[in-house]
């Protein structure tokens, strides 16, 4: 199968999360069939530079209404019970910073535990390797059960990259 776009990759993990939050929504009633298996492969995989890709025309019979609003990157609650890490490259483009910023400050408004990092320089991909310097020491405490020191109080968005 060939691999996904990140604009695929996004709308695909945006489906999920429709019928994670509303079980009665279907998305395979707007995916064509190459767009099912994309779908299918999107929970499991992040798409890599160079992959040959679905082009977006033919995934989608209809785009889902209610991904034409804003309110698509809403959640009900980002309030976690564990401590969350999260990386953000700054160079991302299939997780934009401002949406990641948006994602970390939700959370530490529910109260949750955040650790938040930005990676200069750094996309999708390269977040993950760049990240071990602050992930790693981030899990050791949590398995240790080490209390998680957040820094929502702190926490500033992402600087625009031109």
């Given amino acids: 199968m060939e691999g996904l776009a ?6 695909f993990l945006v489906l999920h999360k429709f019928q994670a939050l509303d079980p009665a929504f279907q998305p395979s009633d707007y995916l064509t069939d190459a767009g099912k298996r994309g779908f299918a ?6 798409p890599l530079p160079g992959d040959p890709t679905i082009p977006f025309d033919d995934v989608l019979k209809v785009m889902p209404d209610r991904a034409k609003t ?5 959640y009900p609650t980002l309030r976690f019970a564990q401590p969350v890490f999260i990386g953000t490259g700054l160079a991302d483009t299939a997780a934009a910073p401002e949406f990641q910023y948006g994602i970390a400050s ?7 535990i955040v650790e938040t990092h930005y990676y200069p320089g750094q996309d999708h991909g390269g977040t ?3 990240s071990l310097i602050d992930s790693v020491p981030f899990v ?14 702190t926490l500033k968005a992402p600087p625009t990259i031109k």
Avoid at 41 to 46: E, F, G, K, M, V
Wanted: glycine share 4%.
């Fill in 6 to 11: 990140k604009n695929e990759h996004l709308l």
């Fill in 41 to 46: 492969a999107a929970i499991t995989s992040c």
């Fill in 70 to 74: 804003e309110s698509m990157e809403e």
């Fill in 106 to 112: 939700a959370a530490c408004r529910e109260g949750s």
């Fill in 128 to 130: 993950v390797n760049a």
């Fill in 140 to 153: 050791k405490k949590l398995f240790a059960g080490q209390p998680i020191t957040e820094n929502c109080a």
